[in-house]
């Protein structure tokens, strides 16, 4: 059997979308009325090379139905909502997290090197987004794995700035190197001993502001780095979305995503991947600079997407105890 998830405004148009695709014969195997986001149905057609009974449909329509249902739960944009569920049809798994993974490797990228070390690594993003904490973070990790770390600022705008990550760098025993300018900054780059790590901090940017994102260009584009967009979790999805197209100007290659333990809905994450084309690479969820940072797997993420989360309704709603519970038991490594 072919299986088949298809979503419309309502039941007349989900059914003949079924049959234009499926053809007469499809059988339909859930439906779910998702009030003013109309209705999704999954249906099976039967075909020769696949060998699948129903009682095995039903269950990969049931780990669809979950997949579907954390995506809504996330705040997940529709587009990349269907994206999913299509592929994950495809996967014809009864095992829900195996299929979501699945499926969320396929549609993403996942960045599956270790930090590389050949290339300096430049973290960007909005304000307070958790950047500098993340060079420190990645740092920490670099130097348990006995790597030799330069930190490097670009960040010399901000009151304090420099401080913070020399306050990181005394506690990692790491040197710090400030850059006030793109030519500085690729004449520190070059005095650093090729085997060493170099980890670049750089003053926030508003997205909207095109002063801003031309300023962070002219560092980018003056060494040749790998451009990691550092963003928090828990962002509306659509919001994050034109943030990540803004940052588009840069060229992110890689994502970092910081405040996973401040975040319940995690849709943004999903459209910030899509519109930027780059790669999940690290997440965050701790202030704390010591294994404070995770690398990203398609497993992990199905994993945290699939975490019963309530959401209250009304404060009445409200346990004491809400989401903290479920993000305590997370494994984030
Ligand atoms: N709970 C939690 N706090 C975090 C996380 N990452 C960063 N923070 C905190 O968020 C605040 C801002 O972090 P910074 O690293 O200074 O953010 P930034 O993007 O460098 O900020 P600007 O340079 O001012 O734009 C700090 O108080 C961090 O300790 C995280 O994953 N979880
Ligand atoms: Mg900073």
């Given at each position: 059997m072919r299986l088949k998830t298809f979503q419309a405004p309502n039941m007349s148009e989900a059914m003949k979308l079924v049959r234009d695709e499926l053809g007469e014969d499809a059988i339909i195997v859930s439906t779910t009325d998702n009030g003013s986001n109309g209705v999704r149905i999954t249906a099976a057609v039967e075909t020769p090379d696949l060998d699948l009974d129903f009682a095995e449909t039903t269950s990969e329509?049931?780990?669809?139905?979950?997949?579907?249902?954390?995506?809504?739960?996330?705040?997940?944009?529709?587009?990349?909502?269907?994206?999913?569920?299509?592929?994950?049809?495809?996967?014809?798994?009864?095992?829900?997290?195996?299929?979501?993974?699945?499926?969320?490797?396929?549609?993403?990228?996942?960045?599956?090197?270790?930090?590389?070390?050949?290339?300096?690594?430049?973290?960007?993003?909005?304000?307070?987004?958790?950047?500098?904490?993340?060079?420190?973070?990645?740092?920490?990790?670099?130097?348990?794995?006995?790597?030799?770390?330069?930190?490097?600022t670009t960040d010399t705008l901000r009151a304090g700035a420099v401080q913070q990550i020399e306050a990181y760098g005394d506690r990692l025993k790491l040197p710090v190197k400030t850059a006030k300018s793109p030519a500085e900054l690729a004449s520190v780059v070059d005095s650093v001993a090729p085997d060493q790590l170099v980890l670049i901090d750089t003053t926030s940017v508003n997205p909207y502001s095109s002063e801003d994102l031309e300023r962070l260009s002219t560092y980018a584009d003056a060494i040749d780095a790998e451009r990691l967009l550092t963003i928090n979790a828990g962002r509306d999805a659509l919001e994050a979305r034109e943030i990540a197209i803004a940052f588009q100007a840069i060229g992110p290659r890689r994502l970092i995503f910081t405040g996973m333990d401040m975040s319940r809905r995690l849709g943004s994450l999903l459209a910030i991947a899509d519109a930027s084309q780059a790669a999940f690479s690290e997440m965050c969820h701790t202030p704390e600079i010591v294994d404070g940072i995770h690398r990203i797997n398609p497993v992990k993420l199905a994993r945290l997407l699939l975490e019963h989360v309530q959401i209250p309704t009304t404060q009445n709603e409200r346990r004491p105890d809400l989401g903290v519970a479920d993000r305590q038991a997370t494994s984030w490594k």
């Open positions: 329509s049931n780990a669809i139905d979950q997949i579907c249902d954390a995506l809504e739960r996330h705040g997940t944009p529709q587009t990349v909502t269907d994206r999913l569920l299509n592929t994950a049809t495809t996967l014809a798994s009864n095992d829900t997290i195996q299929t979501f993974a699945g499926a969320l490797d396929l549609v993403f990228e996942f960045a599956t090197s270790d930090q590389p070390t050949d290339r300096p690594m430049m973290l960007f993003g909005p304000p307070g987004a958790g950047k500098t904490s993340a060079v420190a973070k990645l740092a920490a990790r670099a130097v348990v794995n006995r790597t030799q770390v330069t930190l490097v």
